[in-house]
């Protein structure tokens, strides 16, 4: 009997615990809605949920008592006569910290849970022990709205590859020395609450899919050219890291810090490209190149490069379509790969503009068949989302997979996938 009771007793914990996993699941649903879809009502929830009307209101009254929900007033009413009570996120409720860390600077901006942007600076740093109090200082000094108490995490985006089994970031632009753990670091801020780090390019691809494709527009890979070259790619919804720029598309190309010959990231990432526009053109005394840099080639910028490619230098252009050639091979060996709906290309090289922004468009080639391969101009596009893109991501990522309601959202550290 004794035995029996014992299994009785796990079944219902089990039970529970299934029961715990199934109503946090349809309470985060409806708060998911709610932040989506600002306005919608209890009935419109329940159509699209296929919860049922009961259900939506009780889970609606934990939203509500918990102070995370609230109605926005009464809608216009319908034929029915019937008011409904549009609800929307009280971003009064609870703020998230955001931080892109780039190669020599980071951006903080603070959000609300409603996804409202509430205050945002920039700054210097050099990634060593003792950034992040460093980070935190400016943070308190500089902000005039957070409120500690109601904080809910710190997100990061990190140029970086981020090894989930060991916690550990490798393959960094960051320069930081081998025995410096950034992530302890960044948790070390606000030992109290969650971190959440997400790689650079995967954070800006899920800003991406989030904010413009507004997630419903199928597979799709964000090539991040940047100071560092990777990709974010969105499968079925679930989000991984692309380490493109370690892949070769030269055997006889300069030798990589990761031990290969002519990976992607050398020949395309920010200071390559500078470097190929002013070997090429920085020095020829006719050329505009020259003209715009004063003869400095140590001055030649993207800003520069792009005047003159706007104002049609010739050496600069033939330049520019090289460079987007390696650029759209890289892109081109990847979709073969995954063949996504829609392909991003995104990172500071749109920096360089319109112009050569088509020239990388017009080079990517999918596989066809007969000996003829596709354009794939239906299919991609240049980043929309700007240069709050990391965190923008990172703040919807901890949302829609960290962020717990009817439980407590464990403190510790979530690496993107
Ligand atoms: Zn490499």
């Not at 216009?76 to 910290?97: H, T, V």
Request: net charge positive; proline share 2%.
């Amino acid at each position: 009997m004794g035995a029996m009771k014992f299994i009785n007793l796990e079944n219902n914990a089990k039970a529970r615990r299934h029961q715990s996993i199934i109503k946090e699941s349809n309470i985060k649903q409806i708060f998911d809605l709610v932040f989506e879809n600002e306005g919608i009502s209890r009935i419109e929830i329940s159509r699209i949920t296929n919860l049922s009307r009961s259900t939506v209101s009780l889970l609606m009254e934990e939203l509500m008592g918990a102070g995370l929900i609230r109605g926005t007033g009464e809608r216009a009413s319908d034929f029915s006569g019937r008011k409904p009570i549009g609800l929307e996120i009280n971003g009064d409720r609870a703020q998230i910290i955001t931080l892109s860390l780039r190669k020599d600077n980071y951006r903080y901006i603070l959000y609300d849970i409603r996804g409202r942007e509430l205050e945002k600076f920039s700054s210097r740093i050099v990634y060593k022990k003792g950034c992040a109090a460093k980070i935190w200082k400016a943070v308190k000094s500089r902000s005039s709205r957070l409120d500690e108490s109601r904080l809910l995490g710190v997100c990061v985006s990190i140029p970086a590859k981020i090894n989930k089994a060991e916690k550990s970031i490798n393959l960094s632009i960051l320069d930081t020395d081998n025995n410096f753990d950034l992530l302890k670091e960044l948790k070390s801020m606000r030992q109290e609450l969650p971190l959440t780090a997400v790689n650079q390019s995967s954070a800006r691809a899920y800003a991406e899919y989030k904010y413009i494709y507004n997630g419903k527009n199928g597979d799709m890979i964000y090539f991040n050219i940047d100071d560092g070259v990777g990709a974010g790619i969105m499968v079925n919804g679930r989000l991984f890291t692309g380490e493109i720029g370690h892949m070769s598309i030269d055997p006889k190309g300069p030798l990589c810090v990761c031990g290969k010959k002519g990976c992607l990231e050398n020949l395309i990432r920010k200071t390559a490209v500078i470097r190929e526009f002013a070997e090429r053109s920085g020095g020829d005394k006719t050329g505009l190149l020259y003209a715009l840099s004063g003869g400095r080639q140590g001055d030649i910028n993207y800003r520069l490069i792009r005047e003159a490619l706007e104002q049609g230098d010739l050496k600069v252009l033939a330049a520019a379509r090289d460079i987007a050639e390696k650029i759209a091979l890289g892109i081109s060996n990847v979709i073969c790969m995954f063949d996504p709906e829609k392909i991003v290309v995104g990172g500071n090289i749109l920096e360089l503009g319109r112009t050569f922004l088509d020239m990388i468009l017009s080079r990517v080639k999918i596989p066809g068949s007969s000996g003829k391969c596709l354009d794939a101009s239906g299919q991609i596009a240049g980043s929309g989302i700007g240069d709050d893109a990391e965190n923008l991501g990172v703040l919807r990522f901890f949302l829609d997979k960290v962020f717990t309601i009817s439980v407590e959202t464990e403190n510790t550290v979530y690496l993107g996938d």
